[in-house]
């Protein structure tokens, strides 16, 4: 059986990271993931628009804590508490031992490994603690720095959907990637 119980909320450390719950005080940064149209790029949800959408998407993300329906961390670096992104497991499906993994991370940390250090702490904590037996990570194709990150971390694709979402008057493809627990 998996184990969905996040409270008291499971802060995790890497050797450059904190990962910690998405509190108020975040809006600011919340605001500027959520805002920008290049890191939005390839999520197709709508964009923030006021600080206000920033603290309804803060209470969202407790909520889903509250109930153990999904958990995300604040990115954060350790000699610094500001929220520099966010990474979580969601859509968890306890009947397959499944969840989907979702990461954002603000444009001046790109390229630095910040984010691949985060999806291996979160894929440890999703086998270990969670108990999960996959996990996946649902990109849009053309997102080939996500792409990347994935595969270096063990994932591997599982299925190229055709025009499965439609979003903004198109239709979009998505590219699932996933990796299982072989432990």
Do not use: C
């Amino acid at each position: 059986m998996i184990n969905l119980i996040f409270n008291p909320f499971p802060n995790l450390e890497t050797e450059r990271l904190l990962l910690r719950r998405v509190v108020n005080k975040d809006v600011e940064q919340i605001f500027a993931l959520r805002s920008d149209k290049e890191v939005m790029k390839y999520i197709p949800r709508p964009l923030v628009k006021t600080k206000d959408d920033a603290l309804a998407h803060i209470t969202m993300i407790d909520e889903k804590i509250d109930t153990n329906e999904g958990i995300n961390w604040a990115i954060t670096l350790k000699n610094n508490d500001k929220l520099i992104g966010i990474i979580g497991l969601y859509r968890i499906q306890p009947e397959h031992f499944r969840a989907e993994i979702g990461y954002m991370l603000l444009p001046e940390y790109h390229g630095k490994g910040i984010v691949s250090e985060a999806i291996n702490e979160v894929v440890n904590y999703g086998f270990a603690s969670i108990k999960l037996h996959s996990i996946e990570a649902i990109i849009d194709p053309k997102n080939f720095a996500s792409e990347k990150v994935l595969q270096k971390n063990g994932f591997v694709k599982e299925a190229h959907l055709k025009e499965n979402e439609y979003y903004e008057g198109r239709f979009l493809d998505t590219v699932i990637y996933s990796i299982i627990n072989n432990m």
